[in-house]
């Protein structure tokens, strides 16, 4: 990962993000959980995390939100319990 954010700034690029990616399933669907770390510059919103479910393609959740949930903060933990008081939006409906 080192290697890739020395490219990145050494191609001029502005506060390249570290981003992890996890994996979960909910009610039997994957859902995919990024982790995005855009470094100490953004203080209040450093860390980024967004939740989508894997099945549904990009261009489909870019036009309909309720497929993903983000949220911004100044700690990982933050940017989490944020995202995790919306996480019924991956529960089946009845």
Do not use: C
Request: proline fraction near 3%; glycine fraction near 6%; charged fraction near 25%.
């Amino acid at each position: 990962m080192t290697e890739v954010l020395e490219f990145l700034r050494s191609n001029h690029f502005e506060s390249p993000a570290h981003v992890d990616v996890f994996s979960t399933y909910s009610a039997g669907r994957e859902v995919t959980v990024e982790v995005r770390d855009y470094g100490l510059g953004h203080d209040r919103s450093r860390y980024e995390v967004y939740a989508y479910f894997t099945d549904v393609p990009a261009s489909e959740r870019q036009l309909n939100v309720s497929y993903v949930l983000g949220n911004a903060a100044d700690s990982v933990i933050h940017a989490l319990e944020e995202v995790g008081m919306h996480w019924d939006v991956f529960k089946p409906t009845k």
